[in-house]
Nanobody, 123 residues
Framework: VQLQASGGGLVQAGGSLRLSCAASGLTFSRYRVGWFRQAPGKEREFVAALKALSWSSGSTNYADSVKGRFTISRDNAKNTVYLQMNSLKPEDTAVYYC??????????????WGQGTQVTVSS
């Protein structure tokens, strides 16, 4: 199993980025997929999650800090999950990770992790 995150970069505050997470070795539609981020000197935190299609029809949930600005989605044909990030703020600067799991539970329940992609938002 391999998750490949991409799409990070440098953007000005107020701008947008779309992160991608492509999977090999598993089918994303069967998994709960999450995005997490870790800023320098901070613990990794939850950003957004998308449930498997068989769980609540693939419902989503978001951290309060990104609600209304970020959108998680999935393209089943491409076996890829996206994180559309709009109205970016400097405090969104972090390494972003995608992860997948068949289990319920917090961050520790995620079994498969991508390598991370850097997002830097300048003020």
């Amino acid at each position: 199993v391999q998750l490949q995150a991409s799409g990070g970069g440098l953007v000005q505050a107020g701008g947008s980025l779309r992160l991608s997470c492509a999977a090999s070795g598993l089918t994303f539609s069967r998994y709960r997929v999450g995005w997490f981020r870790q800023a320098p000197g901070k613990e990794r935190e939850f950003v957004a999650a998308l449930k498997a299609l068989s769980w609540s029809s693939g419902s989503t949930n978001y951290a309060d800090s990104v609600k209304g600005r970020f959108t998680i989605s999935r393209d089943n044909a491409k076996n890829t999950v996206y994180l559309q990030m709009n109205s970016l703020k400097p405090e969104d600067t972090a390494v972003y990770y995608c992860a997948a799991t068949l289990r319920l539970g917090p961050q520790s329940a995620y079994d498969y992790w991508g390598q991370g992609t850097q997002v830097t938002v300048s003020s």
